[in-house]
């Protein structure tokens, strides 16, 4: 059994390994690294600021910049909605994953009944999927949904980290294509977005990685009932005294 699992970690290690391996076909910024800031002030008295940044190669809905800045080219940076739909860039604030992180907030119920948005918020860009391309990752918490030329595509949990989640997504079906990819946080929901990646590397089933993670476990576990435990030493005495009981 150990060797089974030991090969499973081997293999999982290689996955990970080539989730970084291919190229990003025609879609580009998939990290969402290229930006340009624009600060702006808003009161020139205290003084205070808002800076806005672009996503380079990306569309995105709703236009929302916070008054500040043109909505139809920038987005707030590090900003947030209270209640209505919006697209933000995330860097120095608690939100961010890794560098710039999109933030998806796709409204409240009161947002969404007076803004009259009830669509959410997402971004999206047309290229071609990497003819190679098995899968697709992305870095990811809170609700994010996935589609390609419309079509929804299920996401699975790759693996957990303290601020998120490592979501995979079967692309196989659409390697060499050309459409829109989109990423959408659904009304009422929010999500975070950064690090997507195509990859040769095929998606595992649900089932094996529950059993990888079943796996790892007993071997953990084989591990620890195998670990010698330390003798407690008695006290001189307190020895004595047991054996004359």
Same mark, same amino acid.
């Given at each position: 059994?150990?060797?089974?699992?030991?090969?499973?970690?081997?293999?999982?290690?290689? +996955?990970?390994?080539?989730?970084?391996?291919?190229?990003?076909?025609?879609?580009?910024?998939? *990290? @969402?690294?290229?930006?340009?800031? #624009?600060?702006?002030?808003?009161?020139?008295?205290?003084?205070?600021?808002?800076?806005?940044?672009?996503?380079?190669?990306?569309?995105?809905?709703?236009?929302?910049?916070?008054?500040?800045?043109?909505?139809?080219?920038?987005?707030?940076?590090?900003? @947030?909605?209270?209640?209505?739909?919006?697209? #933000?860039?995330?860097?120095?604030?608690?939100?961010?994953?890794?560098?710039?992180?999109?933030?998806?907030?796709?409204?409240?119920?009161?947002?969404?009944?007076? #803004? *009259?948005?009830?669509?959410?918020?997402?971004?999206?860009?047309?290229?071609?999927?990497?003819?190679?391309?098995?899968?697709?990752?992305?870095?990811?918490?809170?609700?994010?949904?996935?589609?390609?030329?419309?079509? +929804?595509?299920?996401?699975?949990?790759?693996?957990?980290?303290?601020?998120?989640?490592? !979501?995979?997504?079967?692309?196989?079906?659409?390697?060499?294509?050309?459409?829109?990819?989109?990423?959408?946080?659904? !009304?009422?929901?929010? *999500?975070?977005?950064?690090?997507?990646?195509?990859?040769?590397?095929?998606?595992?089933?649900?089932?094996?990685?529950?059993?990888?993670?079943?796996?790892?476990?007993? +071997?953990? +576990?084989?591990?620890?009932?195998?670990?010698?435990? *330390?003798?407690?030493?008695?006290?001189?005495?307190?020895?004595?005294?047991?054996?004359?009981?």
């Amino acid at each position: 059994m150990r060797t089974t699992i030991q090969r499973d970690v081997f293999s999982s290690l290689l +996955l990970l390994c080539a989730l970084g391996a291919e190229g990003q076909g025609t879609f580009q910024n998939l *990290g @969402f690294e290229n930006t340009t800031l #624009t600060v702006f002030v808003r009161n020139p008295f205290i003084p205070s600021y808002a800076t806005n940044a672009t996503i380079p190669g990306w569309g995105w809905s709703p236009h929302e910049t916070f008054g500040f800045g043109d909505p139809n080219t920038t987005v707030a940076l590090d900003g @947030f909605a209270l209640d209505a739909p919006a697209v #933000t860039l995330q860097a120095n604030s608690s939100r961010a994953i890794q560098g710039y992180t999109v933030f998806l907030q796709g409204g409240t119920m009161g947002g969404g009944l007076v #803004t *009259g948005n009830t669509n959410g918020a997402f971004i999206y860009q047309t290229g071609q999927i990497p003819t190679t391309s098995q899968s697709l990752t992305y870095l990811g918490s809170g609700a994010v949904r996935v589609a390609f030329n419309g079509q +929804l595509l299920p996401s699975i949990v790759i693996s957990n980290a303290a601020t998120h989640t490592v !979501w995979g997504v079967d692309i196989s079906a659409y390697a060499g294509q050309s459409g829109e990819l989109r990423f959408t946080s659904p !009304w009422l929901a929010s *999500g975070l977005l950064d690090d997507i990646r195509f990859s040769p590397a095929a998606i595992p089933e649900p089932s094996a990685l529950a059993l990888y993670s079943l796996g790892l476990g007993v +071997l953990i +576990l084989f591990g620890a009932m195998k670990r010698p435990l *330390g003798r407690r030493k008695l006290h001189p005495d307190r020895s004595a005294n047991y054996r004359a009981r």
